[in-house]
């Protein structure tokens, strides 16, 4: 199924994704089943999905860290063809470097690209006050909480000046208030740095909460499309409104039949 | 006026009495205690003569020890016999680290490098260090190289293997993340895998160190003219116990002092290690 809409130009193309895994020479996991998706520019495409639903390899894929099977991948008309720092990606895991400071972390994309100290320095500083970890330049990542960890991954990534921003279950391993709390920030950042965004999640609230659109992919592998939902709700969102709720419960009765 | 006076009179009213129970569970006064029952402990033990005349006294080794720092023993005074054992120390640590730690960080980061040094270092990984006494004597005689070349081969196998298993455990997705924002392979290695694996070096060469202590002593305590095992060898020859307790506890102070300078460079190179409450 292809989605595909006329008004912004087209960012993320990705045609016939299949990807096939082999494992130990033999066993063939086939995870990703002729996946077609386009985002537009400043999108913010939700990828929602259960767990072992192939969500993450498709991420992986547009990231550039995983080549497909069949299929390419198009961002503003090029192929894609390895990790680069021009699609920001931001770990599940927050995998930052622990023998980095915060400032150490942020600045190092532009550090690779031979940015010099000054001016990286400042470009660390902007990203460092969006993502609001003003006055922790210095800290190590094991004096931070969890959320403070992720905002600094999200600020490692925008540091890059990306074209597309891709967020892997960002959220997953934050307790209830912090992963609420960091839907909004992240809602906040989005609206005041404008960027393509591609967020993979396995929670329902979060996807209505943020996306302009929400794809769902089949519970079981092969992951193929399942349905595509459009997000017209006004920002910010609440999720007690009625619509939300049944925009909510739609997309739980739907996914619930794939299970 | 008044007020400083109330003042004070509160401040004296809230403080905590000096009761005997606060002295008796104060963590300082414990450790005295403890301490102070050791010592008597041992010097009743030697009065009784529970180990015939084969324990003295504290005091005695105390005596001991300072005289051997001003009256030569062997042509050295006591801090003559320190530098004579940690120079030996210095120098095979050194050489082994310097080969060792880069070899196994070789070794985790290159197939062909791993395919040929493995199996070597597998076979040879078992022996004690000690075991190579004797041929290191038959070999380089019984100057100073054997020493070091003992010191070497039991410092080199937990250099090399903190060095291998420190990059093999490095999280694989770091560098992911290195690549996503634009390094390449050298990168991967600099500036992730490395700083990744350091804690784990520094680990390797505590190990190292302690195992270095036990290499030189053993060789001094065969053969020897100088050092810390070679004074406990002359206690033994002269029947003084003072002089060898006394040995014993420069080389448990010594090795403390080396220990204690390695995890301040760790700290120095890793300021990013939590802090393990040590109490």
Known sequence: MREERHSNPVKIVCEDITKVFIQKGKQRVHVLDHISLDVQENEFVVILGPGQSGKSTLLRIIAGLETPTEGHVLIDGQE??????????????????????????VEMGPKLRGVPKKERREIAAHYIHLVGLDGFEKHYPHQLSGGMKQRVGIARAYANNPKVMLLDEPFGQLDAQTRYFMEKETARIWETEKRTILFVTNNIDEAIYLADRIVTLEGKLPGRMHVAYRVDLPRPREHTDMAFLKLRHEITEASELTL | MVDIANEIKQQVQERRPLTPALILGNRWFLYAISMLAFFLVWDRAAVARVFSSGLPRPYEVVLQLWSMMFDPLAGKSLLGHVWASTQRILIGFTIAS????????????????????????????????????????????????????????????PCLLDAYNGVRLVEPELYDVIR?????RRHEIIQVCFPAAFPAIFAGLQIALSIAWSCVLAAELVSARSGLGFIIIRGMNLSRPAMIVGGMVVIAIVAWGMSQLVSGLERLVCPWKREIDGR
């Open chain 1, 80 to 105: 894609v063809e390895g990790p680069g720092p021009e699609r920001g990606l931001v770990f599940q895991g927050y995998m930052l470097f622990a023998w980095k400071t915060v400032m150490g972390n």
């Open chain 2, 98 to 157: 310097l080969v060792a730690v880069p070899l196994g960080l070789m070794m985790a980061l290159n197939r062909y490098v791993n395919a040929i040094v493995k199996p070597l270092f597998d076979l040879l990984k078992p022996m004690p260090p000690l075991a190579w006494i004797s041929i290191a004597i038959l070999w380089f005689g019984i100057g100073e190289t054997s020493k070091v070349f003992i010191i070497i081969i039991g410092t080199f196998v």
């Open chain 2, 180 to 184: 996503m924002l634009g390094g390449k």
